[in-house]
C-alpha cells in the first residue's frame, strides 16, 4: 500500500507565505514525477506546479515567481513553498505521485494522489 499525506495548509493574509509538505510512504521502489495540484470551489482541479525525480520543475504561469516547488528524494517528501499569498490561491490542495511500488514479488507503476488540505488567504 502506499500513501500520500500533505500537511502545512491553513488560513493566511494576502501577502503571506505557507509552505506544504506532501510525504509518501509505503512499499515504494521509486518515485518518478510529483505534483502539486489545487482545486477551488466550482473549479475543475488544475495543475500548480510538477517537479521531475531529476529535480525538473515548471510552473503554472499564475504562480511564477511566487511559488517554489521541491523534493527531498531520501525522505519521499515534497514541498511547496508558497509567498506572496493572493486570495485567489484559495483552495484544495493535492499532491500527486507517479511511482513504482512493490507488490508481492513484482513492482507496479501507478499514480496517487494524498487527501488534500485547505489553503484560504483571507483579503
Known amino acids: 500500500q502506499v500513501q500520500l499525506v500533505e500537511s502545512g495548509g491553513g488560513l493566511v493574509q494576502a501577502g503571506g507565505s505557507l509552505r506544504l509538505s506532501c510525504a509518501a510512504s509505503g512499499s515504494i521502489l521509486s518515485i518518478n514525477a510529483m505534483g502539486w495540484y489545487r482545486q477551488a470551489p466550482g473549479k475543475q482541479r488544475e495543475l500548480v506546479a510538477a517537479?521531475?525525480?531529476?529535480?525538473?520543475?515548471n510552473y503554472a504561469d499564475s504562480v511564477k515567481g511566487r511559488f517554489t516547488i521541491s523534493r527531498d528524494n531520501a525522505k519521499n517528501t515534497m514541498y511547496l513553498q508558497m509567498n506572496s499569498l493572493k486570495p485567489e490561491d484559495t483552495a484544495v490542495y493535492y499532491c500527486?505521485?507517479?511511482?513504482?511500488?512493490?507488490?508481492?514479488?513484482?513492482?507496479?507503476?501507478?499514480?496517487?494522489w494524498g487527501q488534500g488540505t485547505q489553503v484560504t488567504v483571507s483579503s
Open positions: 500527486n505521485a507517479d511511482l513504482r511500488r512493490y507488490l508481492l514479488t513484482d513492482t507496479t507503476q501507478g499514480v496517487y
Open positions: 517537479i521531475t525525480s531529476f529535480r525538473g520543475t
